[in-house]
């Protein structure tokens, strides 16, 4: 494999490189919140962010270049200027509006949410529909102009802050189970809709359930056709996976990884001293530029327009996998300072071992997000490798 950009990326580099020198960071005294939008208009007029997004929703409308998008994503990462906003609304259902949604709702939702001036999240998972997600049992009726939709939702990230809700319902209760789901749009602040924290052991509530009673959705707020909603549902499940395995983000958990084991002491002396330390940074390391490769390879294959979808799978999985070994480390080297962590948002710990201490407990939550990691294994196993399905014969497909 390639590696080489050539000279038109590189230059391409310098000019990035040379646009984030003159905007980015802020002076000091300004306010983070409004530097970073500030940073981030600029950067879309100059195509640099929301580059696969028409300029009329609130994109830069490039043309479709994954190349320089890696380029700018490393040199964004390099100075830690802010890049595109992250979370359920931009990541994953802005492209399923550009891919299956209807005009209107393109114009109304795409650009307010690039902005971050609507917030949504994801309502698929229920209490018995979590991998088998077409089990869902949360029904929508269709009542005149409206849908009146009834059921409980489960782990909705930060449901407790969203305008908006994205949600699979069913709404053809005789229909196979796979045929009869609907993708509606839904407002969340209005009567019928009831969210309940679920507190997490780090002492955060990002996860809530989620209670519909009679929750009500305009009859043109279903994206793509009625009953077709599983269809929908693969291209949000895709860009979930996409998100939770992304390189970029394993590359940045790693370096700080590195510089935790230069800060952490052993015996009156960095941990990065122990050969035991560097041998398992050593290790994880490769698994990272493993990554790293695979990322390159989905690239390359997305450029030849052949179907990488798989691919993305398995750097999901990885991503996960990376994500473990990491917070098993940090753990070892942070050591007896996690058990006295102060409750969140009571100020930190030395080294900033809160933040550390909550990514080592969300690591054990983030191999369900997109998809459990068994279900993963069994997808490459059964689509990429030909193996015979796991289960009894005549099991069902599985759901995320």
């Given at each position: 494999?390639d590696?080489?950009?050539?000279s038109?990326?590189?230059?391409?580099?310098?000019?990035?490189?040379?646009?984030?020198?003159?905007?980015?960071?802020?002076?000091?005294?300004?306010?983070?919140?409004?530097?970073?939008?500030?940073?981030r208009?600029?950067?879309v007029?100059?195509?640099?962010?929301y580059?696969?997004?028409?300029?009329a929703?609130?994109?830069?409308e490039?043309?479709?270049?994954?190349?320089?998008?890696?380029?700018?994503?490393?040199?964004f990462?390099?100075?830690?200027?802010?890049?595109?906003?992250?979370?359920?609304?931009?990541?994953?259902?802005?492209?399923t509006?550009l891919?299956?949604?209807?005009?209107?709702?393109?114009?109304?939702?795409?650009?307010?949410?690039?902005?971050?001036?609507?917030?949504?999240?994801?309502?698929?998972?229920?209490?018995?529909?979590?991998?088998?997600?077409?089990?869902?049992?949360?029904?929508?009726?269709?009542?005149?102009?409206?849908?009146?939709?009834s059921?409980?939702?489960?782990?909705?990230?930060?449901?407790?802050?969203?305008?908006?809700?994205?949600?699979?319902?069913?709404?053809?209760?005789?229909?196979a189970?796979?045929?009869g789901?609907?993708?509606?749009?839904?407002?969340?602040k209005?009567?019928?809709?009831?969210?309940?924290?679920?507190?997490?052991?780090?002492g955060?509530?990002?996860?809530?359930?989620?209670?519909?009673?009679?929750?009500?959705?305009?009859?043109?707020?279903?994206?793509?056709?009625?009953?077709?909603?599983?269809?929908?549902?693969?291209?949000?499940?895709?860009?979930?996976?996409?998100?939770?395995?992304?390189q970029?983000?394993?590359?940045?958990?790693?370096?700080?990884?590195?510089?935790?084991?230069?800060?952490?002491?052993?015996?009156?002396?960095?941990?990065?001293?122990?050969?035991?330390?560097?041998?398992?940074?050593?290790?994880?390391?490769?698994y990272?530029?493993?990554q790293?490769?695979?990322?390159?390879?989905?690239?390359?294959?997305?450029?030849?327009?052949?179907?990488?979808?798989?691919?993305?799978?398995?750097?999901?999985?990885?991503?996960?996998?990376?994500?473990?070994?990491?917070?098993?480390?940090?753990?070892?080297?942070?050591?007896?300072?996690?058990l006295?962590?102060?409750?969140?948002?009571?100020?930190?710990?030395?080294?900033?071992?809160?933040?550390?201490?909550?990514?080592?407990?969300?690591?054990?939550?983030?191999?369900?997000?997109?998809?459990?990691?068994?279900?993963?294994?069994?997808?490459?196993?059964?689509?990429?490798?030909?193996?015979?399905?796991?289960g009894?014969?005549?099991?069902?497909?599985?759901?995320?």
């Amino acid at each position: 494999m390639d590696l080489e950009l050539g000279s038109e990326y590189e230059a391409f580099r310098q000019e990035v490189a040379a646009f984030l020198a003159a905007h980015w960071p802020p002076a000091k005294e300004t306010d983070a919140r409004a530097a970073a939008s500030a940073f981030r208009e600029r950067a879309v007029a100059r195509g640099y962010l929301y580059r696969s997004i028409p300029k009329a929703y609130g994109g830069s409308e490039q043309a479709p270049d994954p190349l320089k998008g890696r380029v700018i994503r490393e040199e964004f990462a390099r100075v830690g200027a802010p890049g595109e906003l992250q979370g359920p609304g931009v990541s994953m259902l802005v492209p399923t509006l550009l891919a299956c949604g209807a005009d209107w709702q393109k114009e109304r939702f795409v650009a307010p949410t690039l902005r971050g001036e609507i917030v949504w999240c994801q309502g698929y998972s229920e209490p018995g529909a979590g991998s088998d997600l077409a089990s869902l049992r949360t029904r929508g009726a269709l009542e005149g102009e409206s849908w009146v939709i009834s059921g409980q939702k489960v782990w909705t990230t930060m449901a407790h802050l969203a305008d908006y809700m994205f949600i699979l319902v069913r709404t053809e209760p005789d229909a196979a189970k796979h045929d009869g789901i609907s993708y509606l749009l839904l407002d969340m602040k209005q009567p019928g809709v009831t969210v309940r924290p679920l507190k997490q052991m780090t002492g955060g509530r990002e996860f809530n359930e989620v209670f519909l009673d009679g929750a009500r959705t305009p009859k043109d707020w279903i994206v793509g056709e009625r009953g077709r909603g599983w269809q929908v549902s693969r291209t949000t499940l895709k860009h979930e996976r996409d998100t939770v395995g992304g390189q970029s983000r394993t590359e940045d958990m790693f370096g700080k990884l590195v510089e935790l084991a230069k800060d952490a002491q052993r015996e009156g002396q960095p941990a990065l001293a122990s050969g035991d330390v560097r041998q398992e940074l050593a290790r994880i390391e490769a698994y990272v530029l493993a990554q790293r490769y695979s990322a390159y390879r989905q690239m390359s294959m997305d450029l030849a327009g052949q179907d990488a979808g798989l691919i993305g799978v398995l750097n999901k999985l990885n991503g996960t996998m990376i994500g473990h070994h990491i917070a098993n480390l940090a753990q070892d080297l942070i050591g007896d300072a996690a058990l006295l962590m102060p409750p969140q948002g009571r100020g930190g710990n030395r080294r900033g071992d809160e933040k550390w201490v909550n990514q080592i407990m969300g690591s054990l939550g983030v191999a369900i997000a997109g998809g459990a990691s068994n279900i993963q294994r069994n997808v490459i196993a059964e689509r990429g490798l030909g193996l015979p399905r796991d289960g009894a014969e005549g099991q069902k497909g599985t759901g995320a």
